[in-house]
């Protein structure tokens, strides 16, 4: 039988992960998930572990009273209140997008830019702001927060655990940076699937998730694999004219709660 085994949330955009028990979606995903990002202070763009590996030390979580808590070894905790309707909205710029987005304050920006090293803003993307997932993949009316291009993403245990034999080490999920973790197909399974269930929630797989040097960032640490794993041997049999691919985009077509240990039905 397949069921969900695990649920992860990145409340900051390349940020450490919120390992979850239960959470609720909304039409951009999990509640809370990619909805705040750092970005450059002069030209408003995005920032991630790509250029600045520390941030996979950065810890990011949503706070009960609606904000965000920033804390990282070495620096001092701050909370974070939701930016209100009056907050200055900041250009920024994210892949190819360009938008307007409440920017959460001079506090804020001081301790990002303590962290990262230089001007830095932090940003959040309320609902109504939300921008189109990637052109030519889902369906029109699709929309994203801060993540890449699409509001989740899944891998299959069984998936990583074929990865992590071929390369001769475990290799920990949380270097692919998944939201919904199936276990009980075979490996790869996720790539022929089409239309899913958990619970009362469906979902559409929209496209293959094409990985990149950020896989080669140890979440514990924050360093770099020396010998480029597991990216380098992604490339040696999941290599595509696209990239190599490991793991399923997908949008949620209703709102409601996920729950570790749910069982999940192929529909399609």
């Known amino acids: 039988m397949l069921r969900l085994s695990a649920l992860y949330r990145y409340p900051l955009k390349s940020g450490k992960a919120d390992t979850l028990q239960h959470i609720g979606l909304d039409k951009l995903g999990l509640q809370g998930d990619r909805r705040w990002m750092l970005v450059d202070e002069a030209s408003g763009r995005f920032l991630t572990q790509r250029a600045v590996a520390k941030m996979s030390q950065l810890s990011a979580l949503c706070n009960p009273a609606g904000g965000l808590t920033l804390s990282s070894p070495g620096y001092a905790t701050l909370d974070v209140a939701l930016p209100d309707s009056a907050a200055e909205l900041r250009g920024i710029t994210i892949w190819r997008d360009t938008l307007r987005v409440p920017d959460a304050g001079d506090a804020a920006a001081r301790w990002a830019s303590d962290f990262i090293g230089k001007p830095t803003r932090l940003v959040h993307m309320p609902l109504e702001r939300a921008r ?125 709660e996920l729950a570790v240990g749910m069982p999940v039905t192929v529909l399609e």
Do not use: H
């Open 132 to 256: 189109a997932t990637g052109a030519g993949f889902g369906k029109d009316s699709d929309q994203v927060g801060f993540a890449d291009g699409y509001p989740l993403l899944l891998i299959g245990q069984a998936s990583l655990d074929d990865l992590s034999a071929r390369i001769g080490r475990p290799m920990p999920m949380l270097r692919f940076r998944p939201n919904l973790v199936i276990e009980g197909a075979e490996a790869f399974a996720e790539d022929g699937w089409k239309r899913l269930r958990i619970g009362d929630i469906e979902f559409r797989l929209v496209k293959p998730c094409s990985r990149c040097i950020l896989t080669t960032i140890d979440p514990q640490t924050g360093e770099r694999s020396a010998d480029r794993e597991p990216f380098a041997t992604l490339e040696t049999y999941r290599k595509t004219e696209n990239g190599a691919m490991f793991g399923q985009n997908l949008v949620n077509d209703g709102i409601g």
